[in-house]
C-alpha cells in the first residue's frame, strides 16, 4: 500500500488497519511496528497531521505548551526544535513531516483514502473500504479519527443565499485576504477566540456574534533559544514520564487547600502568581475544589473577570466580554489561552453581537438580520465547531457483526468499556475518544496511554491466540455509570458546552470525559487486561 493511488481496487491484507494519521495514527503505528505486526493506515487527508492537516485557519495553534505537545519517542524528538512556547499549525505539520522522515511512516499509509464501508465477518475479521476504492482486511481495526475533526455547520436560516464568502474555520483557504473587508465571526470558543486576534488586526469591519464568552487564559507566547531546547531536552523522558502520571498530562499539581481555607490576601497573591505564568497555569495549580464548590468557583472566577476586565476600555464589551454576573462555572467548559483578544475586541473597528439578546433571524443577500438590524457582510467565519466525539465515527459506515451502523447504536448515546472499545465490535478499539480524560487533558499524553493500552491488548491477544475480543454489555454500563458517579457531585454537569455534546442539536446531552485525570485512568484501564476483566475473548 503506496501513497499513491495505484492500487486502488487491490485488497491489501494486514494484520492491524489503523484509520487516521494524526497523532492517535502514527502512534499506535509506530507502537505496533515494534511488535511485529503487518500494518496498514487509510488517511483522508493528503498528508500526515490529523485535525493539523485541515486547520490552516488565522492564528491555528496548540494550546499545550512546549514542550508537551509532541510524542515521546526519543530518536524524533532529539532532532526536532520547536520554535516557539505555543507552535503555530506551520510548525506542527513541519514536525508531522519530522515525525515521518525519521520513522519512515509514509510506506504504510495510504493517503486521501476517506473510510466508507467497515464490516466484520466472523470468518474474515474486518474489511475496510474508501470511497477511492482501495479495500482492506484486517483481524483489528484501530480507530484514530479524532475528537474534533467532523465540521459541524449549523442549519442557519437563508445561509445559501448569502452572495458572499462563506468558510468553517475546519476548511480555511490559506490564501484568503480580509483586509478592507467586512468580516463576521459566528462563535466565541477556542477557535473563535484564535480567528478574531488575526483578523481583528486585518479586516476593515469584524463582528463577533456569540451567546456567551469564553474564559481566555494568558498564553504568555514566546521564542524558544536553541540553548533552551538543547538543555531541556536531557529531562524530555522524565517531565513526559511526570506527564503521565498526572491530571492532565502536564507535571503539576493542584494546591491541597480549597479557596475558602485560606485567607484572602493570601489567596489573591496565589492567583497573581499563578496567573502570570500563562498557559493554563490558573487552572492547573489552582485551589482543590474550584470544580466542586460553587462559592469557591464564584471567587476564582472574579479573579479572572478583573484580570480581563481591566485589557477593555469599552464599558459594553467589557460587560459581554467579562460579566459581573459569572455566566457559568469557571472550568466547565473549555479556557481558551489568548495573547492579544481583549485588546483587538476593544478596538474601534471590532464589534460584538450578542445572539441571545439579538437572535439571528436570518442571512440573506449581502449579509445577516440580528433582531431588527441588518448587518452586512463580505465574510463570513463559521466558527461553530465540530460534532465532536463520536462524529467522524459515525460517518464512516462502520457497522457491528450484525451489520447496525454504530450511528444507529449510538443514536441514544455513546457507549463505550474503557472509552476505547465497544460491545457489538470485535477486536476494534478506538483511541483518543470519549468516557476518557480525553477533553481535559494535553493530547500526546492521553494518546500515548491509550496506544500503551491498545497495543498491550493486541500483544495479549496474539500471544494467547485469541481469535476475537469484545466488551461485554454489562461492562459499557457499569463503565458509563462510573463516568456519572465521578462527574456528579462536580460542576461539570451545570454547564453545557461540546464537552458533553450539547452543541449540536438532536443529540443526547451526555457527560462523556472521565473526571479522574491521566493516572486514575491508566491505573483503571491496566487493571481490566489482567483476566480480561469485562471483555469476552474466543480463541
Not at 285 to 312: C, M, P, Q, T
Not at 314 to 324: I, Y
Request: aromatic share 12%; charged share 25%.
Amino acid at each position: 500500500m503506496s501513497d499513491t493511488n495505484s492500487n486502488m481496487g487491490a485488497i491489501a491484507h494486514c494484520d492491524v488497519l489503523v484509520v487516521g494519521a494524526g497523532l492517535s495514527g502514527i502512534s499506535t503505528l509506530y507502537r505496533l511496528r515494534k511488535l511485529g505486526l503487518n500494518v496498514k493506515v487509510f488517511e483522508s487527508g493528503g498528508d500526515f497531521g490529523g485535525v493539523w492537516y485541515w486547520n490552516r485557519y488565522p492564528g491555528a495553534r496548540v494550546d499545550s505548551e512546549w514542550p508537551y505537545y509532541q510524542l515521546n519517542i526519543p530518536e524524533v524528538y532529539r532532532d526536532y526544535d520547536f520554535k516557539e512556547r505555543f507552535p503555530g499549525h506551520v510548525e506542527i505539520r513541519s514536525y508531522f513531516a519530522h515525525l515521518d522522515k525519521v520513522l519512515d511512516l509514509r510506506k504504510d499509509v495510504q493517503f486521501n483514502a476517506h473510510v466508507i464501508d467497515a464490516r466484520w465477518a466472523a470468518d474474515d475479521g474486518w474489511t475496510v473500504k474508501t470511497d477511492q476504492g482501495q479495500v482492506a482486511k484486517a483481524k483489528y481495526l484501530i480507530l484514530c479519527t479524532g475528537l474534533l475533526h467532523r465540521r459541524h455547520v449549523p442549519d442557519f436560516p437563508g445561509l445559501d443565499t448569502f452572495k458572499g464568502v462563506v468558510h468553517h474555520t475546519g476548511y480555511w483557504p490559506e490564501d484568503i485576504d480580509v483586509s478592507g473587508k467586512k468580516v463576521g465571526i459566528i462563535g466565541a470558543g477556542a477557535t473563535a477566540v484564535q480567528v478574531t486576534q488575526e483578523l481583528g488586526k486585518q479586516a476593515k469591519e469584524l463582528t463577533v456574534f456569540m451567546r456567551r464568552p469564553s474564559y481566555c487564559l494568558p498564553m504568555e507566547q514566546r521564542e524558544l533559544s536553541n540553548a533552551e531546547q538543547k538543555g531541556w531536552k536531557t529531562f524530555f523522558d522524565t517531565l513526559f514520564r511526570e506527564g503521565r502520571k498526572s491530571g492532565a498530562g502536564f507535571p503539576a499539581k493542584r494546591q491541597s487547600l480549597g479557596v475558602l481555607d485560606v485567607p484572602p490576601e493570601e489567596r489573591e497573591a496565589w492567583f497573581e502568581n499563578i496567573w502570570q505564568r500563562g498557559a493554563f497555569s490558573y487552572q492547573l495549580l489552582n485551589y482543590a475544589d474550584v470544580l466542586l464548590n460553587k462559592e469557591s468557583n464564584k471567587i476564582v472566577y472574579d479573579f479572572w473577570a478583573r484580570k480581563v476586565g481591566a485589557r477593555i476600555k469599552n464599558e459594553r464589551k467589557r460587560e459581554l466580554m467579562a460579566p459581573k454576573k459569572q455566566p457559568y462555572f469557571f472550568g466547565t467548559k473549555r479556557c481558551p489561552l489568548e495573547q492579544d483578544y481583549y485588546e483587538v475586541i476593544d478596538q474601534d473597528n471590532v464589534d460584538i453581537v450578542d445572539l441571545n439578546e439579538q437572535p439571528l433571524k436570518t442571512f440573506n443577500e449581502t449579509g445577516m438580520l440580528v433582531g431588527d438590524k441588518q448587518i452586512d457582510l463580505d465574510i463570513v467565519v463559521l466558527a461553530t465547531g465540530f460534532d465532536s466525539f463520536s462524529g467522524s465515527l459515525t460517518q464512516m459506515g462502520l457497522k457491528n457483526r450484525e451489520g447496525k451502523d454504530i450511528a444507529e447504536v449510538w443514536k441514544d448515546g455513546i457507549r463505550t468499556y474503557l472509552g476505547m472499545t465497544f460491545h457489538g465490535f470485535p477486536n476494534t478499539f478506538m483511541v483518543y475518544s470519549p468516557h476518557a480524560p480525553t477533553a481535559l487533558s494535553n493530547g500526546p499524553t492521553i494518546i500515548e496511554a491509550q496506544c500503551d493500552w491498545v497495543v498491550s491488548a493486541i500483544e495479549k491477544l496474539e500471544k494467547e491466540k485469541a481469535k476475537t475480543m469484545e466488551p461485554k454489555r454489562d461492562a459499557e454500563d457499569s463503565w458509563d455509570a462510573m463516568i456519572d458517579a465521578m462527574n456528579k457531585p462536580t460542576l461539570f454537569p451545570l454547564t453545557n458546552s461540546w464537552w458533553n455534546r450539547a452543541t449540536i442539536p438532536g443529540q443526547k446531552v451526555q457527560i462523556l470525559t472521565h473526571p479522574g485525570g491521566i493516572e486514575m485512568y491508566e491505573g483503571q484501564i491496566k487493571e481490566k487486561l489482567e483476566g480480561w476483566q469485562g471483555f469476552e475473548v474466543s480463541y
